[in-house]
């Protein structure tokens, strides 16, 4: 969220932004009524949800802020007068974020006021990979060559940043892996050549080397069923599983569009794979998920013939009865070993442990609680699956679902 009011820990000085980074507590204090000691259902919550600001110290959101806005402009290409002002918005902010003192950029949960009471959650570990990120999607979206500048030029900064626990996932903590498939998503079809060639060559390099390690065990092991691992020291690995996927899939179309029939790993590796592997791949990580796994259970709820019931959410796990419920009236539903008396329809959960057992449990969120982000993989990865029919210029009779040349519409080709 974006406010306008004045506020002394502006973006940049003498700018009237705001970022609101989030609403709630997380304190562990069992004395305070909060966001995570209390189970109720939100219309009967009573406790104070203080908002939390971001100033200079929020560049990563910021980042992530300019890619949704510039992003939706494409969307929402149609509706002229909304797309334009997305854009501004999206430009407005990018030149404060940007344009701060590099001693003053830095990460949103680095300080208290501004996202500290995410950390133990959500903790940011870099940010110039967000900026990356929001001036590659605003190139995008304006044609602007300014933007793209930005995004090559801090490519490998930004790869400096990147944790080699981070290396080649895709989720709200890192945009360097899928920022790398974008940019060799442009240097396949609209390749703008000097002075962007050396991170164009390390974003397709990389893109090809993240293709092997899905595939070929590089870098991350799969369970004896088939689920991809890339954070095996975390819980919920479905959330990685399904970016994956996406990445994968999306990879796939893209050499399909230029009639190649696969790629090798890297110039330091000599495997290769083909097309048809990496979308076997792709469909194999949301076949898991949705029941082909040895718990034979679907992760979605809704979906298939066994699911989970006890999702790790306190509206769909407290009966609507008329009545208001205290902060401590709220434990015996969670504790309750019952069904949810309302279905969380759609919701993925965590998913299983590292040898693919699960535990329907709603007191253990690592495998039943869903989350916003992980389900917005999991849309990503079916929509990529999806392929509906759809004729190319160049193909009268190809099936992809991918439009080839939408998301180019505001670049110009150099002569």
Not at 116 to 142: K, R
Request: aromatic fraction near 12%; include cysteine.
């Amino acid at each position: 969220m974006i406010s306008t009011r004045p506020w002394a820990g502006s973006l940049m000085p003498y700018k009237n932004t705001t970022i609101c980074t989030s609403v709630g507590s997380t304190s562990n204090d069992t004395k305070i009524e909060n966001d995570i000691n209390c189970w109720q259902r939100p219309e009967d919550m009573a406790y104070p949800r203080p908002v939390s600001l971001c100033g200079s110290t929020a560049s990563d959101l910021a980042g992530e802020i300019v890619a949704a806005l510039s992003a939706a402009s494409l969307v929402f290409k149609e509706d002229t007068d909304y797309s334009t002002k997305l854009i501004k918005s999206a430009e407005e902010l990018f030149e404060i974020a940007i344009g701060v003192d590099q001693k003053q950029k830095g990460m949103y949960t680095a300080i208290l006021d501004c996202g500290g009471q995410a950390t133990q959650f959500y903790n940011s570990t870099s940010y110039q990979d967000e900026l990356v990120w929001g001036g590659t999607w605003l190139f995008f979206a304006t044609g602007n060559t300014s933007y793209l500048g930005y995004a090559t030029e801090n490519f490998f900064l930004a790869e400096k940043e990147e944790l080699f626990s981070e290396k080649g996932i895709f989720y709200w903590n890192n945009k360097l892996t899928a920022n790398a498939v974008l940019l060799t998503r442009l240097r396949f079809f609209r390749d703008l050549g000097y002075p962007y060639e050396d991170a164009f060559t390390e974003s397709s390099n990389r893109t090809d080397l993240l293709m092997c390690s899905y595939l070929f065990d590089l870098a991350f092991k799969k369970t004896e069923g088939g689920l991809i691992l890339l954070k095996p020291d975390y819980g919920a690995p479905l959330q990685y599983a399904v970016t994956a996927s996406f990445l994968s899939k999306l990879y796939s179309d893209y050499l399909e569009l230029l009639h190649r029939s696969g790629s090798s790993c890297s110039p330091t590796y000599s495997s290769a794979f083909s097309l048809d592997t990496l979308r076997r791949f792709s469909k194999s990580q949301v076949d898991y998920i949705l029941g082909d796994n040895p718990m034979k259970t679907s992760y979605v709820v809704g979906f298939g013939a066994s699911y989970p019931n006890q999702v790790h959410h306190r509206a769909a796990s407290i009966p609507w009865d008329g009545q208001a419920h205290s902060c401590a009236e709220g434990d015996k539903w969670l504790n309750s070993k019952e069904a949810n008396p309302n279905e969380l329809l759609g919701a993925m959960v965590g998913g299983p442990d590292q040898n693919d057992i699960f535990l329907d449990e709603r007191e253990k969120p690592w495998f039943t609680e869903p989350s916003i982000s992980s389900n917005a993989g999991l849309v990503a990865a079916l929509i990529a699956l999806h392929e509906p029919p759809r004729k190319l210029l160049d193909s009268s009779d190809s099936k992809l679902g991918i439009d080839q040349m939408g998301m180019f519409g505001n670049i110009k080709l150099i002569p």
